[in-house]
């Protein structure tokens, strides 16, 4: 489990990283573990079937990140305030004795702007699909149904990942910020 969060961990480090290295692949999950089986003995029909299926099934991805792009800018709307709010409470730290409150402070802040920067991440950040490209297509040798059947059952598996990856990124970045809102929050109470 320990490892689980920390591969979470880093794969978030590297969205936010990626914000200042622009169109280098950011890793991510395995959440699509199945194999694509043999297409070999499916009738025309059935490919058919497979090809729809597939369309589907890439547009639902498409659709799937537009909601988590969707989700992440709002949560970047909010969190920009939230900083600016952890930011002023510095002013309050000249009303007590003791600096020590500085620490927790700056740690808070710190931990908001990490959240921010991964909602910008995954607005920002390429993700990755496989799509069918249809020059690319128009050069495969016939029975072409058969190898578009065949390309469907394989590249999907990309975009599922992607958008499994956005969707904990996302959590982790409402996460990041709702620690770092408690954090402030808890200062404040604290210098007030």
């Known amino acids: 489990m320990a490892h689980a969060f920390l591969r979470a961990q880093g794969i978030y480090a590297e969205h936010v990283i990626a914000l200042v290295r622009p169109g280098n692949v950011v890793p991510t999950f395995a959440a699509h573990q199945v194999e694509a089986g043999d297409l070999a003995s499916w009738s025309t029909d059935?490919?058919?079937?497979?090809?729809d299926e597939g369309r589907r099934q890439s547009d639902r991805q498409q659709a799937?990140?537009?909601?988590?792009?969707?989700?992440?800018q709002w949560l970047f709307a909010v969190g920009l305030p939230l900083i600016i709010a952890i930011a002023t409470i510095r002013a309050e730290f000249h009303k007590t004795d003791s600096c020590w409150w500085t620490v927790p402070w700056a740690i808070s802040l710190l931990i908001s702007v990490y959240g921010v920067l991964g909602a910008a991440a995954i607005m920002t950040v390429r993700a990755d699909f496989d799509m069918i490209d249809t020059a690319a297509l128009s050069n495969h040798q016939r029975p072409i149904l058969r190898k578009l059947a065949d390309d469907y059952a394989v590249m999907l598996?990309?975009?599922?990942?992607?958008v499994a990856t956005r969707l904990t990124v996302y959590r982790q970045a409402v996460v990041w910020l709702i620690i770092g809102g408690l954090g402030a929050l808890v200062v404040w109470l604290a210098v007030k």
């Open 64 to 72: 799937d990140l537009e909601l988590i792009r969707g989700r992440a």
């Open 46 to 51: 059935e490919l058919q079937i497979m090809i």
């Open 157 to 162: 598996a990309t975009g599922e990942n992607t």
